[in-house]
């Protein structure tokens, strides 16, 4: 009996030893990001993340380096999740012609996103990967 909790024992301890446990994403996104998005590199500053709610909307800018124009963006970001989404708005007219999606990864020496964006009419159409560092 003494030899079957002890090896139960000894095997949960093994089960346990190896687990993997993973830390929050951060309470917040606000700052600049440096951005690879289908060939273009561009800088996006989240100015300002709400403080209600389980997702937190975020507001910023977003500008292809060297190139004019800066344009809004506006969305949210999920500190439970690590997810984050916003859309891209032309400062000009005010319409939204890009939508990004993504995750962040866990929290490390330096924090990441990667995921996708769609371009609407204003471009050329469809879905292209991002990955940004802060």
């Known amino acids: 009996m003494k030899k079957t909790i002890l090896a139960i024992s000894f095997a949960a301890g093994l089960l346990g030893a190896g687990s993997a446990f993973a830390q929050p994403w951060p309470a917040s996104v606000v700052g600049v990001w440096d951005v690879h998005a289908n060939q273009s590199h561009l ?3 989240i100015r300002t993340q709400a403080a209600a709610g389980v997702c937190k909307a975020i507001t ?4 292809n380096i060297g190139v004019p124009p800066i344009d809004k963006i506006q969305g949210f970001y999920c500190p439970g999740s690590g997810r984050i989404s916003f859309q891209r708005i032309t400062t000009a007219t005010n319409d939204t012609y890009q939508t990004w999606t993504g995750n962040l990864s866990d929290p490390g020496a330096r924090l990441l996103i990667g995921g996708t964006f769609t371009q609407n009419p204003a471009g050329n159409i469809g879905e292209y990967g991002f990955y940004a560092v802060k």
Do not use: F, K, R
């Open 60 to 63: 910023g800018v977003i500008q």
């Open 43 to 45: 800088t996006l500053t």
